[in-house]
């Protein structure tokens, strides 16, 4: 069966009963275009939103939760995408099906496009398009599943949008940030997650969950570095030996590896005094905290913090910095020495760096609490949230919460003429 745009039809009148409550495929595909097309399937729910980043299938990441949507390949690029809707959550409504490319191509070069219904090796519908029925754009809804009485329809959509992926993520409710002029753009980068395969398998799947919220946060292009300062008072003591502190570093070295060419996670220690320690690197990483400078047992575990002491380092390493830096300051509490701390990162307002505050499992945070309402800074450089425990929260949600004020930051900062 041929489909027309923008043609709506129960599934029941595409696919047999076996194949609506077994599975089926979508296939996908285009011509014409030189530069590489990104294949995504948004699961969103009945406000129209993104509410569950789990549910956009994509090539990092394959699959659903539930393994009601995953990706089907050939010759390493997506083909398509299965589709099990027996076991989609109830509070996905609707599977919306995108293409999008990135550099100087538009939609409008697309000699052929197709979206087809398999079912059983099959073809029983296809939509057919061309660049003809486009113009700029630089994205595409292709097709969607959609609820409706109680069952499921498919929609022929062939919407173009002429921001690409932002003005998808728009379109699904997301936030985007202004988004750069093209003198501003970066050349793109080797994806993060074929730098980690490269030489750390084994963190392939943070740097996936790390890339959507990249994405999600219009910082795939952005360059900057990153540094991690880790709270050694002895109160973290049993963070350290549950490995919370390692997780900690595994966790933030992939943020480091796609802002930073380098690859390297500048890391401090502190408790009554403040400690430089080696940068955390893909060959370094895995044993990191047990090995470097002897192991964290003797990065001077004592009772007092001095925070204001690493403030002071920190600002120092990154005083002739080029570029933006993104800080993560991890502590368990016991915040005393609120006015220096207030007026040293008053003073750093005027500096390219963001400070990132993550609370662990303590209390008595201070200042770092009030860090959204204090006033005489330049730009609002610095973030606080607190977690109970590093596993309370899951790691998707975890980079989310890093980067959420990041974005702010950098446009706020760029207006004011702190970062170029």
Same mark, same amino acid.
């Given at each position: ?60 990441? $394959? ?18 995408? !299965? ?5 989609? $959550? ?13 550099? #100087? ?33 630089k ?6 599943l ?20 932002p ?12 988004? #750069? ?19 750390? $398998? ?21 360059v ?16 350290? *030996? ?35 320690? #080696? ?31 690493v403030?002071?380092?920190?600002l ?7 570029? $933006? ?25 005027a500096?390219p ?45 975890? !980079? ?11 446009a706020?900062?760029?207006? *004011?003429?702190?970062?170029?």
């Amino acid at each position: 069966m041929q489909l027309r745009k923008g043609q709506r039809l129960p599934l029941e009148q595409l696919l047999s009963e076996d194949s609506r409550n077994g599975s089926f495929q979508i296939q996908v595909g285009m011509t014409g275009l030189t530069a590489e097309v990104d294949f995504s399937c948004f699961g969103i729910d009945s406000d129209q939103k993104l509410s569950d980043d789990r549910y956009m299938t994509f090539f990092n990441q $394959p699959k659903t939760p539930c393994g009601s949507v995953s990706i089907s390949l050939m010759d390493n690029r997506i083909n398509g995408f !299965y589709f099990i809707l027996q076991s989609l $959550p109830a509070s996905i409504d609707r599977l919306v099906i995108t293409a999008a490319i990135d550099g #100087p191509e538009t939609m409008g070069l697309v000699q052929s496009g197709f979206l087809r219904l398999v079912a059983a090796n099959s073809p029983v519908a296809e939509f057919a398009f061309e660049g003809k029925d486009f113009h700029n754009e630089k994205a595409l809804i292709l097709g969607e599943l959609y609820r409706k009485d109680g069952g499921w329809r498919f929609c022929a959509t062939g919407q173009g949008f002429n921001g690409g992926l932002p003005a998808l993520v728009r379109h699904f409710g997301g936030e985007v940030n202004d988004e #750069p002029n093209e003198s501003d753009a970066v050349p793109a980068k080797l994806s993060l997650e074929k730098k980690v395969a490269q030489a750390a $398998p084994k963190l392939v799947d943070l740097a996936k969950k790390a890339s959507i919220s990249l994405e999600k946060k219009r910082l795939s292009n952005v360059v900057a570095r990153v540094g991690l300062v880790l709270d050694t008072s002895g109160s973290m003591t049993g963070q350290y *030996k549950r490995g919370r502190v390692q997780d900690v570093v595994n966790r933030i070295l992939p943020l480091a590896v796609h802002f930073d060419d380098d690859g390297e996670l500048d890391v401090w220690a502190f408790s009554a005094k403040s400690l430089a320690l #080696p940068a955390a690197t893909l060959s370094n990483h895995a044993d990191y905290i047990d090995t470097v400078n002897g192991g964290w047992r003797k990065w001077g575990m004592l009772s007092y913090n001095n925070e204001p002491e690493v403030i002071r380092d920190v600002l120092a390493h990154y005083k002739n910095t080029q570029i $933006p830096v993104f800080v993560v300051f991890i502590s368990d509490g016991g915040v005393d020495q609120n006015a220096k701390i207030k007026k040293l990162l008053t003073e750093a307002s005027a500096q390219p760096i963001f400070w990132q505050f993550v609370g662990i499992g303590g209390r008595n945070y201070g200042i770092l609490e009030k860090l959204d309402t204090m006033p005489g800074r330049a730009v609002d450089n610095c973030g606080f949230f607190a977690l109970d425990d590093l596993d309370s929260v899951s790691e998707q949600e975890l !980079y989310d919460r890093l980067l959420r004020e990041l974005p702010a930051w950098f446009a706020e900062a760029k207006s *004011k003429g702190i970062i170029n």
